[in-house]
Structures are given as C-alpha cells and as structure tokens.
C-alpha cells in the first residue's frame, strides 16, 4: 500500500513539473536588436535576441511568407553582400560561457544565409568585423570596436575563402599582421593584377599609419607592409585612401598609390623581387595640401595618370607615376571627390584606339556647393585637359547614387536641401526634383526605370519615372522605416519585384506592393507582426 | 442524520418555550416534528479550475503552459438519492491568460459550455467520491494589442488582431466532495454545502493560431494573417469548487 502511495504521489509530481516549466525565451526577447537587409530576393531581419534571421519573401502575386533561420548564440555583426546575393552574420557562440541547459556547446562561427539555405563557416575566435570583398570570394574577419573580448588583437585577421569549404586551419585561414602601433581601418580588395610571379588578388588593410598588402594567392604569408612618413621627418603620416592600377599588360606596373593626411601620395610600383615574388618601389609625391579623393585615369593617348582632387586648392593634380611630375588642373571649384564615368558617359574611345577617361567631380560630404562637373581628360594646346563642363547644380552635392539597370548613364545626385538632381552624364544634364521637406532617401528602382523616394518616420512615399521624370505621390498606412525592393521568389528571372515597406514599430510591420505596379494600382498586402511569429509557427 | 434530529429537538424545544409558564406543568408537550420538503435533487457549484494547454502557441500568451479558469456548474439527479445516483448538468467554464509577447500585450480567452453526465456514491457519512463525462464545446479567442497593425481608419489607436476559434471538446473527471454542513429548516429543503476537488483531462481540437486584423475587409489591401503556432485547449485539469446540493 505504501508503495502504491509513493508511485502515485511521484506520478502527480512528474506531471506538475512538467507542466511548470517556463515558455521559451523568444518570446521574452526584445525586438530592439533586429535590423533589416535587402537581399536581392528577401527582406532579412536579424533578430539577434530570438537568435534568428527572418526571412521575408513575396512572390509574383504579392503573397507573403515569412521563415526563420536559426543562428548561433552571441550575435556580433551582420553585413550584407554587395550584390545583395547573402547575409554574412558573425556570431560568438557560447565562446568560454556554459551553454545553456540541455544544450551543447557553440564555437564562434560565420554564418551565410541566402533563401536557398545557410553555410557555416566555424571560426578559431570570436570577431565582429567584416571586410567583404565585391567579387564574392573573401571574407575578412577583424576584431572590430565592439570586440568584448577582455582581450583581442586587432591585427589578427581570419580570411575566409567563400570558393573552398570550411576546413580547420585551411579555411579560414589565421593572418596577423605586423605591426608598428597601428590597427586596421579600411579594407581593399583589388581585382586581379598582373603582378611579378602571376596573376593574383591583393588585400590591401589602411591601418592609422601605414599600409600592409596581403597576396591573396597565399594568404598565410608575410604581407608587405608600406610605412609612411611626411618624407621630411619620421612623423608618421596617416593613410586616407587607397586606388589600384593593373597598368598596361604585362607585370611589372602595377601601382598602388596611397593617399596621405599630410599632402602626400605615395605610389608603389610592384616589381620583382628576390626574397618574394615582388616588392614594392615607392615614390612620394607632394601635391600641395590634402588629397581627398584621387583615382587612376587614362589621359592622352592612353596615358596613366594619377588624378588628384586637392579641394584647398581648389585644383586637381596629376600625377606621372612613372616620374612623379606633377601637372595642376585649375578647375572652377572647390570639388572633392571624382568618379570615373568614361563607359556611362559614352566618351570611351573617344580618341581612337586609346581611351581617355572622363570624370564626374563633385563635392564630399564635407563642402557646400559648387555642384557637380564633366572633366574629359586629354590634353590640348596650353592645358593638361581636354574640358572642364560644369552642371548647373546650384545645391552642393553630398551624395552620387548609381542608377544601373537599364540606365547606368543616369546619377542621383543628393544634397543637403530639399532637392536632389538627376544627372543624364549623356546628355550632361541635371533635372531637379524638389521635395516636401530634406532628408529624403532616394532608392533607385533595379530595373534602373524608376526611383523610390521617401523620408524614414513618414508615410509619404514617391515613384519618380526616371525617363519621363515624371513623379507620382502615394501614401503607404503607416510611417515608413525603410523601403526595399526585391525580386519574386517564385520567377526565376527575377522579372517581378515587389515594394516592400518596412514599418518597425511594434513587433514590426511590411506592406508590399508590385514594384511595376505602384502608382497605377493600390493594391498591396499588408504584414504585420514580423518578429513577433515564432519558431512554433507554421 | 445527527444534524436533523438536533435540529428537531431545538424546534421542541422553541414550542416548549414558547408557552406559557403556567401552563407548563398542566399541559403535556406536544412532539411536533419538523418535516422537510423533499430534496429537489439539484446541485449548483462555483469553483476555480487550473487546466493545462497544449501547443506551443499558447507560449504567447502565458509564462507556463497553465490557465487558470472559473467553473460553473448545475446538475440534476436523475435517479438514485444523496448517497448514490446519477447526474445530468449543464457546465461553464471561462478561463483567461495574458502576458506580453516580445513587448505585445496578448490575451487568450477560453469559454467551454459541456454537458455533464456523472455518477456519485456516498464512502463516508461526509465524504463522497463521484466521476463525470462531460461532452461539449470550446471557444478561444486569442488578441494582440499589436502597433504594427495598418489601421483601416489611419488616424485610429488600439487596433487588435484576433481570432476566434471552436472546437469540440470531451473531458473525464473523477474527484471528491466533503459535506460541510446542512442547513435544514422546518418545512424548507435541506441546503447541504459541499467543497469539492476533482481531477481530469480534457481532450479538444486544436487550432494553429493565424490572428488577422478585426476591423474587416479594406479596399485594395489584403491582410497576412499573425501565426503564432497551435493551441489545444485541453489536457490535465483540477477544479476546486464549493457546492450546494438540495
């Protein structure tokens, strides 16, 4: 009898406890963490305290589904890539912690998640920065600033192959560099060079006073590192920009010139070498005060040059990377930043057989005004440039948005007003768009025939036809956190695309419409609760 | 039955006391005997009931997978008497649990309305063990206060998603009820108060919970629907209740 009392009051215990357990934490965990991407068929949502992605995708109709990806514990960082094709994610792991109850043990890991799936790439220690290289094949993890890691060593790099499956010791592979006080600040990843002993990649890491180049065809090995100076004292200079030339075929020119705080550029030359395969030869050239922009260009007959915006001088200067002679370019103000539009502007080949490159100067973030200018290389009698245009932009320009698509000869051009420009760099025309109020975000539409614009915070929200430069109004429900737009998950040929507007109050909200569609139709489908649709759901 | 018969000595008593002094010792006493009415056979109870749910998408609503609920309940004897027979009732249950789900208030409430067929048998002169099937419906209606939600009216506030959801529903019990005490008048009914404790489990449809937005269909605009997993409005139960039979 006694037995039957024990068996019984043990059975009611065993059913109370595990009807007393506590729900799962997801649904305790704040949404305050979750920051959206834009693949280029799926909105993503990192939702770091429900340890997930969400995925969010529509298809041709405007259907919506929404499924979760789980990650690793101890989220660190996440970066899109730049054609939008995956997720890179960083996560810690339980990294030295106990993991928690009834589960085992993570390491540190980089994660990639696309709509197709997800590939983990197990990592040696726990770092939050990434560096991605824009052909898709690198990935450099750093220890970034918001390491909290008692200690870290910020020039211990991990790079990962993403062509080569994870192997331990091999991929990623573990590189630190030496160092002479500085840490990295910027990453560069060059095409593929002709260089002294083959073809090859190279990694160039801009720390605060040198520069060091890592050979991505062995990338174990010892880098080279370009310590910079004013060339007069040993005070160290601090590097601000990096451009990359392959030069003319063959492997003995390729340059790599390092823009100085101190009115310097500093043009390395690999060639050959005896204790590797090159080295670099270096030439300091002084272009007057400090260089803010600077890129390598094709002047006369096909001539390299290294082009230099000097904006306190209100000039430009042109660099002989060969000699190191320079040549002043006066121009009519004050412009910071250049970009090459040769192949946008349909002046490639313009002089026969060798190309001369045109540049679109325009002012940084820093300036005022000025607008925007065409500077067509070249050289003709008494000056080391063929023209100087000036476009009519009366507001200063703080930002050039490619559109691509079917119209890479169109430019958005931002400014700090209520105005942006639409700049033809064809026609060398620049249509004015006034808006309601500053602090619009221009989105240009993939297909390149329409922009998006909007103000984060506000439901207004505008399609501007970018051929007829017609714009049409609309109004989305709810305020606007950011707008998206993503192809159809169901047509192969990416032809379909949808709008998707993000609201992020509450457990976050989306309204889709079909990005052909908008303006002409109101149709839209409207989600909501987003992160609140947990692991359970169907 | 010790009650009753000190309840009818107390009633002699009052008769005796009620006349006068004088004729006390010339007048026999008459036995009056108080009669009762007939039990009707009816039972009302009023209780608390804690049931376990099933499904993970009650974890939106609740910290444990408990919902508390009030009973009501009313049953009749269909033959038998006080110590054994069977039962026909009727059986109400209203139960609510809210929480915050990722910072959204949430709410799911539970209605089950059963009929209630039961036996019971006197084991002790206080103590009564009894058992039931109980066959019926079940009702949730799960909301979230969610700020996500497109208003049809932009400039309104308070918008909810819900989703109302039946199911059909058995539930077995088995439990005792301990007599408290009787209240037995003269030409009245016996009021017999009973506490009662009873356990069971509950078998009911499930739902997966797909909350849409209540203020109906809008021009252009088709709504996705909030999953939030299944819910099965059933399982493990126990009810205390206090009962009044007569």
Same mark, same amino acid.
């Given at each position: 009898?006694?037995?039957?009392s024990?068996?019984?009051?043990?059975?009611?215990?065993?059913?109370?406890?595990v009807?007393?357990?506590?729900?799962?934490?997801?649904?305790d965990?704040?949404?305050?963490?979750?920051q959206?991407?834009?693949?280029?068929d799926?909105?993503?949502?990192?939702?770091?305290?429900?340890?997930?992605?969400?995925?969010?995708t529509?298809?041709?109709?405007?259907?919506?589904?929404?499924?979760s990806?789980?990650?690793?514990?101890?989220?660190?960082?996440?970066?899109?890539?730049?054609?939008?094709?995956?997720?890179?994610?960083?996560?810690?792991?339980?990294?030295g912690?106990?993991?928690?109850?009834?589960?085992?043990?993570?390491?540190?890991?980089?994660?990639?998640?696309?709509?197709?799936?997800?590939?983990?790439y197990?990592?040696?220690?726990?770092?939050?920065?990434?560096?991605?290289?824009?052909?898709?094949?690198?990935?450099?993890?750093?220890?970034?600033?918001?390491?909290?890691?008692?200690?870290?060593?910020?020039?211990?790099?991990?790079?990962?192959?993403?062509?080569?499956?994870?192997?331990?010791?091999?991929?990623?592979?573990?590189?630190?560099?030496?160092?002479?006080?500085?840490?990295?600040?910027?990453?560069?990843?060059?095409?593929?060079?002709?260089?002294?002993?083959?073809?090859?990649?190279?990694?160039?890491?801009?720390?605060?006073?040198?520069?060091?180049?890592?050979?991505?065809l062995?990338?174990?090995?010892?880098?080279?590192?370009?310590q910079?100076?004013?060339?007069?004292?040993?005070?160290?200079?601090?590097?601000?920009?990096?451009?990359?030339?392959?030069?003319d075929?063959?492997?003995?020119?390729?340059?790599?010139?390092?823009?100085?705080?101190?009115?310097?550029? *500093?043009?390395?030359?690999?060639?050959?070498?005896?204790?590797?395969?090159?080295?670099?030869?270096?030439?300091?050239?002084?272009?007057?005060?400090?260089?803010?922009?600077?890129?390598?260009?094709?002047?006369?007959?096909?001539?390299?040059?290294?082009?230099?915006?000097?904006?306190?001088?209100?000039?430009?200067?042109?660099?002989?990377?060969?000699?190191?002679?320079?040549?002043?370019?006066?121009?009519?103000?004050?412009y910071?930043?250049l970009?090459?539009?040769?192949?946008?502007?349909?002046?490639?080949?313009?002089?026969?057989?060798?190309?001369?490159d045109?540049?679109?100067?325009?002012?940084?973030?820093?300036?005022?005004?000025?607008?925007?200018?065409?500077?067509?290389?070249?050289?003709?009698?008494?000056?080391?440039?063929?023209?100087?245009?000036?476009?009519?932009?009366?507001?200063?320009v703080?930002s050039?948005?490619?559109?691509?698509?079917?119209?890479?000869?169109?430019?958005i051009?931002?400014?700090?007003?209520?105005?942006?420009?639409l700049?033809?760099?064809?026609?060398?025309?620049a249509?004015?768009?006034?808006?309601?109020?500053?602090?619009?975000?221009?989105?240009?539409?993939?297909t390149?025939?329409r922009?998006?614009?909007?103000?984060?915070?506000?439901?207004?929200?505008?399609?501007?036809?970018?051929?007829?430069?017609?714009p049409?109004?609309?109004?989305?429900?709810?305020?606007?956190?950011?707008?998206?737009?993503?192809?159809?998950?169901?047509?192969?040929?990416?032809?379909?695309?949808?709008l998707?507007?993000?609201?992020?109050?509450?457990?976050?909200?989306?309204?889709?419409?079909d990005?052909?569609? *908008?303006?002409g139709?109101?149709a839209?489908?409207?989600?909501?609760?987003?992160?609140?649709?947990?692991?359970?759901?169907? | 039955?010790?009650?009753?018969?000190?309840?009818?000595?107390?009633?002699?008593?009052?008769?005796?006391?009620?006349?006068p002094?004088?004729?006390?010792?010339?007048?026999?006493?008459?036995?009056?005997q108080?009669?009762?009415r007939?039990?009707?056979?009816?039972?009302?109870?009023?209780?608390?009931?804690?049931?376990?749910?099933?499904?993970?998408?009650?974890?939106?609503?609740?910290?444990?997978?408990?919902?508390?609920?009030?009973?009501?309940?009313?049953?009749?004897?269909?033959?038998?008497s006080?110590?054994?027979g069977l039962?026909?009732?009727?059986?109400?249950?209203?139960?609510?649990?809210?929480? /915050?789900?990722?910072?959204?208030?949430?709410?799911?409430?539970?209605?089950r309305?059963?009929?209630?067929?039961?036996?019971?048998?006197?084991?002790?002169?206080?103590?009564?063990?009894?058992? /039931?099937?109980?066959?019926?419906?079940? /009702?949730?209606?799960?909301?979230?206060?969610?700020?996500?939600?497109?208003?049809?009216?932009?400039?309104?506030?308070?918008?909810?998603?819900?989703?109302?959801?039946?199911?059909?529903?058995?539930?077995?019990?088995?439990?005792?009820?301990f007599?408290?005490?009787?209240?037995? /008048?003269?030409?009245?009914?016996?009021?017999?108060?009973?506490?009662?404790?009873?356990?069971?489990?509950?078998?009911?449809?499930?739902?997966?919970?797909?909350?849409?937005?209540?203020?109906?269909?809008?021009?252009?605009?088709?709504?996705?629907?909030?999953?939030?997993?299944?819910?099965?409005?059933?399982?493990l139960?126990?009810?205390?209740?206090?009962?009044?039979?007569?």
């Amino acid at each position: 009898m006694k037995g039957k009392s024990i068996a019984f009051w043990g059975l009611a215990m065993s059913l109370a406890a595990v009807g007393c357990g506590p729900r799962s934490d997801f649904w305790d965990a704040p949404v305050d963490g979750a920051q959206p991407f834009a693949l280029a068929d799926a909105v993503a949502i990192a939702d770091p305290s429900a340890g997930r992605v969400v995925l969010l995708t529509t298809d041709a109709a405007r259907n919506v589904r929404e499924r979760s990806v789980p990650l690793q514990r101890g989220y660190r960082a996440a970066t899109l890539a730049p054609d939008r094709s995956k997720l890179f994610v960083v996560s810690a792991g339980d990294d030295g912690k106990l993991p928690p109850a009834g589960q085992t043990a993570q390491t540190p890991a980089l994660q990639i998640v696309t709509t197709a799936g997800q590939t983990t790439y197990p990592l040696s220690q726990a770092l939050d920065g990434l560096a991605l290289d824009p052909r898709g094949q690198w990935v450099v993890l750093y220890a970034g600033g918001s390491s909290t890691e008692l200690v870290s060593n910020p020039n211990e790099l991990l790079l990962v192959d993403l062509t080569q499956p994870p192997s331990p010791g091999v991929n990623p592979v573990s590189h630190t560099l030496r160092s002479f006080g500085g840490k990295p600040q910027r990453f560069t990843f060059t095409e593929p060079l002709e260089l002294p002993g083959g073809t090859r990649r190279l990694l160039i890491v801009e720390t605060e006073q040198d520069v060091a180049v890592v050979d991505l065809l062995q990338p174990a090995a010892p880098e080279i590192t370009i310590q910079l100076s004013s060339g007069q004292d040993a005070t160290p200079a601090h590097p601000q920009g990096v451009a990359v030339s392959d030069g003319d075929p063959g492997p003995n020119d390729v340059r790599l010139a390092i823009r100085e705080d101190d009115g310097n550029v *500093v043009v390395a030359t690999m060639l050959p070498a005896t204790a590797r395969d090159f080295s670099p030869e270096l030439n300091l050239t002084a272009v007057g005060s400090t260089p803010t922009d600077m890129a390598w260009v094709r002047t006369d007959a096909g001539v390299l040059s290294l082009a230099v915006m000097v904006p306190q001088s209100t000039k430009a200067v042109l660099v002989d990377p060969t000699t190191g002679l320079t040549q002043d370019v006066a121009l009519p103000a004050a412009y910071s930043r250049l970009s090459l539009v040769t192949a946008q502007s349909g002046e490639s080949g313009s002089t026969g057989v060798a190309p001369v490159d045109v540049a679109l100067l325009w002012n940084g973030a820093g300036s005022g005004n000025g607008g925007v200018a065409f500077w067509e290389l070249g050289r003709v009698a008494g000056r080391p440039y063929r023209s100087v245009e000036t476009v009519g932009v009366t507001a200063g320009v703080v930002s050039v948005t490619d559109v691509g698509g079917a119209h890479p000869e169109l430019k958005i051009l931002g400014t700090r007003q209520a105005t942006f420009f639409l700049l033809d760099l064809q026609a060398r025309t620049a249509a004015p768009f006034v808006t309601a109020s500053s602090g619009v975000t221009l989105l240009p539409s993939t297909t390149g025939d329409r922009a998006w614009a909007y103000v984060q915070g506000s439901s207004q929200l505008a399609s501007v036809d970018l051929v007829t430069l017609h714009p049409q109004d609309m109004r989305d429900e709810r305020p606007i956190s950011s707008l998206f737009e993503i192809a159809a998950a169901d047509d192969p040929a990416h032809a379909a695309r949808s709008l998707v507007a993000l609201t992020q109050q509450g457990t976050w909200g989306a309204t889709v419409y079909d990005a052909a569609a *908008v303006g002409g139709a109101d149709a839209h489908t409207a989600v909501a609760g987003i992160l609140l649709e947990g692991t359970d759901a169907p | 039955m010790r009650l009753d018969v000190t309840l009818s000595l107390a009633a002699l008593a009052a008769v005796c006391c009620a006349a006068p002094p004088l004729a006390r010792a010339q007048v026999q006493p008459e036995l009056v005997q108080a009669e009762h009415r007939p039990a009707v056979g009816l039972e009302l109870s009023l209780g608390g009931r804690s049931e376990r749910m099933g499904g993970g998408g009650f974890d939106a609503f609740s910290e444990n997978r408990w919902m508390a609920e009030l009973t009501m309940a009313a049953s009749y004897r269909i033959t038998g008497s006080l110590d054994d027979g069977l039962t026909i009732g009727a059986l109400w249950n209203h139960g609510r649990a809210a929480s /915050r789900a990722r910072g959204t208030d949430s709410s799911l409430d539970l209605d089950r309305l059963s009929l209630s067929l039961g036996a019971h048998r006197t084991v002790w002169r206080r103590l009564t063990v009894f058992g /039931r099937l109980a066959p019926g419906a079940v /009702r949730l209606h799960a909301g979230l206060a969610e700020t996500s939600i497109l208003n049809a009216n932009q400039y309104g506030t308070n918008t909810t998603l819900s989703q109302t959801h039946w199911a059909l529903a058995m539930e077995a019990a088995a439990g005792a009820a301990f007599r408290v005490g009787q209240l037995a /008048r003269p030409r009245e009914h016996v009021f017999t108060l009973w506490l009662t404790a009873e356990g069971g489990y509950a078998l009911a449809g499930s739902t997966t919970l797909a909350l849409a937005s209540n203020q109906g269909p809008v021009p252009a605009r088709t709504d996705v629907p909030v999953q939030l997993g299944t819910v099965t409005p059933g399982g493990l139960f126990m009810n205390f209740a206090a009962a009044l039979t007569f």
